[in-house]
Structure formats: structure tokens, C-alpha cells
């Protein structure tokens, strides 16, 4: 039915079944849809050629903006908390506790380094921070038919968003959740705002969410893109789902986490470094004919 879902590094456990879900969208056309989607390593590249794209953390921590001394705490924690986050070994319930550990020390760290608003753009201009290839088509698409994107990020959202804008598609229909920062009145970084948003806590930030985005309560189709188990639950907050498609994109421990994404999404796409599938999808469920 989609050419792109034939190509070997597009895994589905049920593709009937996917099919029947594309085409009941695509039968209810694009005003009933949204979309849900993480942010880093899912809108953004995990690699280009052959080198580790950054997260909006890692945007931050790599700058000039940030001290010698500070960056190699960052590492530290990176070093020490990224391999956890990703281990298919352990719990969800068992990984909370040292995430939540790891955002508020990479937090606590930022805020020491005096950070000011004003050179973020500039910051984010000098990184090496890239959309997945095919990008301009999907946030076009999505705009030209109306339909909203919700980008539900445990990352930095002053960050993305600047990464969004200068890459020209920064468009109405997108809203944000996500970790922001708080500037004193020298527009400096003195803390970050509401709820910590982690990896693996994107329900509760999803139920919270179902009251703030009241416009997004009545698209009852779900595309949903997430680059990890957490991003699963990024559609709880959506009353009456009638159809959701999940797409993961497995950028790292191939091997070892295969099973596990097989299982819980409905595609999952191995070391896919461009937005061709959503893409096609998106183009059959908006096509009218
Ligand atoms: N100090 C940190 C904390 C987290 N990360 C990574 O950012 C990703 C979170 O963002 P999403 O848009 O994917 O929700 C997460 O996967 C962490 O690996 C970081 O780089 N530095």
C-alpha cells in the first residue's frame, strides 16, 4: 500500500493491522487527526555521518556558554545516566528514580553557569543540531492541512524551539511541552519551570496536558513518534482515541531492544536517520482520493 514500509529497516509485528489503521485515518481524513511526537532523536537526527547528533541538552552542555569544569560534569552524568536510560534490562519503575536524578543535577549544574537568554539563538546556530532529513516536508504537511502537532519533550523547550525556528518551520499548528527555563529579570537562567519532564514520566505531564491543549480533543486519530518506551504513553492524556498508529524510531542497542520496541510499537524503524515513513503515511491519510 506504502512503498517506504517495505524497505528492511521498517520492522511491524502486524502489518494488517497497520493497514487497517491507515486506512480507517485516511477514511476520516486529516481533520480528525494529531500528532504526538518526541523531540530529540526522534525529530532530530541520532547520527550524521557516523557522528552522535546532540540532544537540546547536549546543545547546551557542548557551548561556549557553559564552563571546562561544568562540561565534564555533564559528561559524567551522561556518561553514568544515558546508559541506564536506554537498558532493557531494568524497569521502568527501577529507572524513575535515577532519571528524575539526572534531569535535576543536569539541571542544577545549568543554573549555576549563569546562563543568558539572549545567546541562546546564537548557541543554537553553532551546533552541530540537525532535523531528520525529509523534516520540511512534514511540518509543511502538517500546517498546510491543519493538523496539530504536539511536541512532548523531556529536553530543553527554549532550545528546541530555537531549533525548530531556524529551520524555518516553526509553524501555528505546533505547541510545545516540554522543560523550560526561567530567566531573572537580567535575563539570566535561574531555574527551570513547573514539572520536571523525564524520560520516563510523559503520562503524567500527558494527563496534565489534556486540559491545557483543549483544541487537540476532538482529533480522535493519533500518529504518534517516539524514539524510546517513554514516549508510549505521550497519547494518554487524548479522551476516546479511535485509532493510533505508533512509530518508534530504534536508534541505539539495536539488538538488545528490538523485541521489546517490536512489541509495543506498531512500527518501529531501525537506524532510519530521515522522516520518509511518517511521511508517507501522512501523505496517504491527507490524499482524498
Ligand atoms: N541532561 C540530559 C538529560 C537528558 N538527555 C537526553 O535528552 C533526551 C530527552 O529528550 P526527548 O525529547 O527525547 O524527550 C533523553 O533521551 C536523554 O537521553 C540529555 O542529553 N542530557
Not at 521502568?92 to 546562563?115: D, S
Not at 523531556?154 to 511541552?177: S, T
Not at 523550560?180 to 523525564?198: P, R, S, T, V
Not at 517516539?226 to 536508534?251: F, Q
Request: proline share 3%; glycine share 6%; net charge negative.
Amino acid at each position: 500500500m506504502i512503498p517506504e514500509l517495505s524497505k528492511p529497516s521498517v520492522w511491524m509485528r502486524d502489518s494488517k493491522r497497520v493497514e487497517e489503521i491507515i486506512q480507517a485515518m485516511h477514511r476520516a481524513g486529516p481533520s480528525t487527526l494529531q500528532v504526538i511526537s518526541d523531540f530529540d532523536m526522534t525529530l532530530t537526527r541520532f547520527a550524521h555521518n557516523g557522528k552522535r547528533c546532540p540532544t537540546s541538552h547536549n546543545i547546551l552542555d557542548n557551548s561556549k556558554l557553559i564552563s571546562e569544569d561544568c562540561k565534564n560534569n555533564l559528561k559524567e552524568l551522561l556518561n553514568t545516566y544515558y546508559p541506564i536510560e536506554i537498558d532493557s534490562t531494568h524497569t521502568v519503575e527501577e529507572k524513575l528514580p535515577l532519571m528524575v536524578e539526572w534531569w535535576t543535577k543536569a539541571h542544577n549544574l545549568l543554573i549555576q553557569q549563569k546562563i543568558r537568554k539572549d545567546l541562546l539563538a546564537q548557541v543554537v546556530k553553532e551546533s552541530d543540531a540537525m532535523l531528520r532529513e525529509g523534516y520540511k516536508v512534514f511540518f509543511d504537511q502538517l500546517h498546510k492541512h491543519n493538523i496539530p502537532l504536539l511536541i512532548f519533550s523531556a529536553g530543553i523547550g527554549d532550545v528546541l524551539e530555537e531549533v525548530i525556528h531556524q529551520n524555518g518551520v516553526f509553524h501555528p499548528n505546533i505547541r510545545v511541552f516540554s522543560n523550560y527555563m526561567d530567566f531573572d529579570e537580567n535575563g539570566i537562567l535561574c531555574a527551570f519551570k513547573g514539572q520536571l519532564i523525564h524520560t520516563y514520566n510523559k503520562r503524567e505531564g500527558a494527563l496534565l496536558n489534556a486540559g491545557h491543549f483543549q483544541e487537540l480533543q476532538d482529533r480522535h486519530n493519533v500518529l504518534l513518534l517516539g524514539d524510546s518506551l517513554g514516549d508510549l504513553t505521550m497519547a494518554d492524556g487524548v479522551h476516546n482515541v479511535e485509532n493510533i498508529l505508533k512509530i518508534g524510531y530504534l536508534n541505539d542497542k539495536v539488538e538488545e531492544r528490538k523485541e521489546s520496541y517490536l512489541s509495543t510499537y506498531d512500527i518501529v524503524l531501525e537506524k532510519d536517520e530521515t522522516m520518509d515513513v511518517p511521511n508517507a503515511i501522512l501523505n496517504h491519510i491527507t490524499g482524498r482520493q
